[in-house]
């Protein structure tokens, strides 16, 4: 048995909706103009360890990297303003794993699950075209999104360790977002939905795999300095996502955990900027512990195409 299981020590890493979960996004509800446009070319760096949900005990960790691809388009939704965005993740690295008394390593890449969020404001932001906001002034906002990732990653019931989840996942939200001057708060507060995995790995076979919702909320304090310009301090805490593996329910794999970091993002033409961003562990119950250092360009434009 212990020999059977070490083959599949380190294979592929699964992390799409693990990661999805420690969101540290600022400024995710301030509104557009509407039919405007970007596209995000984002890099991020992990270090550290990983979460197998807590199936089977073998330690593991990792060094890798993460490109994500993003549009982002805003329109008139009923009178507000609304916006899409679709995300594209890819990831490589190298892993190791410890278990049963023995090691393994390996490097492995593959494409991440499919995101997309749609998100609509509910009050003090009604859809403008560009000059009616160029003379609008923020207040509180308060809007609401849905965030659906789907089963499109590298995946294998085979594996241990995969880019792609085998399921769908869902995220509704409210967010709220309040300027005093130069200065935003914002708070977001969700629940993470999960379908059923029907093969996920397990020995001697692949088991049906469910996972209980998680819950998050997030808060940022930024502050701007020109237009486009600005920094803030990031932090969330997130908890549930108890596992059940072939109809055994894991207490065990109960997630209470949380992040602190900071963001900054500068202007650096009229259609361009770069944001880079750092985030690292506070408390973890459950699941990775890991280092994040991300660097975005963002090229942004007015209407289609």
């Keep these: 048995m212990r020999a059977t299981k070490l083959r ?10 693990f990661l999805a979960a420690q969101d540290l ?3 995710a509800y301030l509104i557009t103009p509407i039919r405007s446009n970007a596209v995000i070319v984002t890099w991020g760096f992990y270090d550290g360890g990983l979460n197998l949900s807590g ?4 330690a593991t960790s990792g060094k890798y990297n993460i490109p994500v691809f993003s549009y982002y388009h805003s329109m008139n939704f009923f009178g507000r303003s609304g916006n899409i965005s679709v995300s594209l993740p890819y990831g490589f690295g190298t892993f190791e794993a410890s278990g049963f008394g023995k090691n393994a390593s390996a490097y492995r890449s593959g494409l991440f699950d499919l995101a997309v969020r749609f998100s609509v404001n509910l009050v003090g932001g009604p859809a403008m075209v560009p000059e009616q906001f160029a003379h609008w002034k923020q207040g509180t906002i308060l809007g609401a999104s849905l965030r659906v990732i789907a089963p499109t990653g590298q995946y294998s019931s085979r594996q241990l360790l995969n880019w792609g989840t085998n399921r769908w ?5 409210l967010g709220l977002s309040q300027r005093w001057g130069n200065w935003v708060v914002d708070g977001y507060g969700g629940v993470w939905f999960y379908t059923k995995n029907s093969a996920d790995f397990d020995i001697p076979l692949p088991a049906p795999k469910t996972q209980d919702p998680v819950g998050s909320f997030e808060g940022h304090l ?8 600005w920094v803030s301090l990031d932090g969330n805490f997130w908890w549930g996502g108890v596992t ?5 329910r894991n207490p065990d794999t109960r997630q209470t955990s949380s992040r602190l970091g900071a963001t900054v993002a500068v202007r650096v033409s009229k259609h361009q900027s770069i944001k880079a961003s750092y985030s690292g562990g506070t408390y973890v119950r459950f699941g990775g512990n890991f280092q994040n250092v991300s660097f975005a360009w963002q090229y942004s434009w007015l209407r289609w195409p």
């Design 8 to 17: 599949w020590l380190v294979v592929v890493l699964g992390l799409a909706n």
């Design 25 to 27: 996004a600022p400024r």
């Design 55 to 58: 199936n089977i005990p073998i």
């Design 169 to 173: 996942a869902f995220k509704p939200e």
């Design 222 to 229: 930024s502050r701007d300095f020109s237009r486009g310009t």
């Design 244 to 248: 059940t593996l072939d109809g055994i």
